[in-house]
């Protein structure tokens, strides 16, 4: 393998298995698939301006090889997209790029397979295409990919997002993903294997019968969606009126920065009093393959004439004054909804961002209270979209 360059990074490129002498150019028919790259650092993929930013450089002459493919990726495919739907999406203002489904009721419903129990479509919406994403293979090795990543039209049902015993965190459950109740359900529980049961809804166990025989995924697609590491690290300030209403603090830009740093749900908790007892290490990734929505997706998901002054807004305030930002956003509904992000807290070590039923994120809710849920996965990159309308009576397909 022969690389090329100067400096710090070094560059191999290839379609398929064959080595390339240079970069392809936009127009040849080949798709950028992969970057692998040595000591750490990882690339950025920027499909409109058709360059790779090679980001976490901690030495010179780092190599990194571009994996391109004459396959067109489902990633490309939403790319395409907008070229005829450039109001309903953009790109994100992140080190990413994201390019995102913005406003009210954007065009992004897509059928992915599955049917409920009266053979009608269960749809999902594209969040959009999310660039740098660590995809784990077999045997955990990790390589960088843009998926499309894609939440449920509709909510699953209202649970909890972790539970417990009184004497740990007084029955409310705990803040860290990795072990959390709704993980679990989520990736080898009831909803993944499309079964009936008991769901928990309440501190201390409490639970309440649910069915996911109709609704749980199919074997084909679980086939669809690739495992990948998901971000659970949270904000480094415990939570206070004061951090929470300030703009500077607690925009969206701010919270999707605080979902990619090393501060967990615990690290602020004082032990004091019964809401710190639990013993559960914290960590800020996870590999798996169903979450949930971060607070920043629900946020960069606003659009109109109101996005720029939404972005700049603490979304704890979104709810006040004017602008209604969630009233701009296709990710509101008008209920309470789980994300996946802990919150930091000076005497418990259970609460968890939500969306709040009139719009405004909060970082005070119980683990244990039952909130909607709506599963979220990346699709595989090999997943080819079929473009369709994007509506609900005639969604984006996948290509059987």
């Known amino acids: ?10 560059f191999a490129f290839y379609n ?48 990194c090889t571009l994996y ?10 939403v790319e395409d997209l907008m070229k005829s739907n450039y109001s309903e999406m953009a790109y994100d203002d992140t080190s990413e790029q994201n390019l995102r489904y913005i406003g009210s009721s954007p065009h992004n419903y897509i059928d992915i397979g599955d049917r409920d129990s009266s053979n009608k479509p269960i749809l ?19 390589h960088q990919e843009s998926l499309i990543k894609i939440i449920r039209a509709d909510s699953i049902g209202s649970y909890s997002w972790d539970t ?20 679990t359900l989520l990736n080898e529980g009831a909803y993944w294997n499309k079964q009936k049961s008991y769901c928990y809804a309440g501190a201390q166990f409490y639970s309440t019968p649910c069915d996911f025989s109709s609704t749980g995924l199919t074997e084909s697609v679980k086939e669809k969606i690739a495992k990948v590491r998901w971000n659970t690290g949270t904000i480094g300030e415990a939570y206070s009126e004061a951090v929470y209403n300030s703009d500077e603090n607690f925009n969206v830009k701010v919270l999707y920065t605080a979902e990619r740093s090393n501060h967990n749900g615990k ?6 009093g019964n809401g710190c007892t639990d013993k559960v290490n914290r960590t800020t990734t996870w590999d798996g393959y169903i979450g949930l929505m971060y607070p920043s997706d629900y946020g960069y998901a606003v659009g109109g004439s109101v996005r720029s002054e939404c972005l700049a807004k603490s979304m704890y ?17 008008g209920k309470d909804q789980w994300t996946i992000t802990p919150v930091p807290h000076s005497t418990y070590a259970f609460n968890v961002f939500a969306v709040r039923d009139s719009g405004y994120e909060y970082g005070g809710s119980d683990a244990s209270t039952a909130y909607s849920i709506r599963p979220v996965a990346y699709l595989r990159r090999d997943v080819e979209i079929v473009i369709d309308e994007g ?5 984006h397909t996948l290509k059987s």
């Not at 392809?24 to 058709?50: H, M, Q, R, T």
């Not at 999902?124 to 990790?142: A, L, S």
């Not at 305030?317 to 509101?332: A, I, Q, T, V």
């Open 1 to 10: 393998m022969q690389y090329e360059g100067s400096g710090d990074v070094f």
């Open 16 to 63: 398929g298995d064959v080595q390339l002498t240079e970069m392809p150019k936009k127009d040849s028919g080949l798709y950028f698939e992969k970057a692998d790259c040595s000591k750490g650092a990882s690339v950025i993929w920027n499909s409109s301006l058709w360059a790779p930013t090679v980001v976490n450089i901690k030495e010179t002459k780092t190599k």
């Open 68 to 77: 391109f493919s004459e396959n067109v990726s489902s990633s490309s495919n």
């Open 124 to 142: 999902w919406r594209i969040i959009g295409v999310m660039n740098n994403m660590t995809v784990v293979d077999e045997g955990n090795k990790t």
């Open 164 to 183: 417990s015993e009184y004497s740990v965190n007084v029955g409310k459950g705990v803040n860290e993903w990795s072990k959390a109740y709704l993980m």
């Open 267 to 272: 690290e602020q908790c004082s032990g004091s």
């Open 317 to 333: 305030n979104w709810y006040r004054g004017n602008p209604k930002c969630g009233e701009y956003d296709w990710l509101f509904t």
């Open 391 to 395: 509506t609900i009576d005639n969604p």
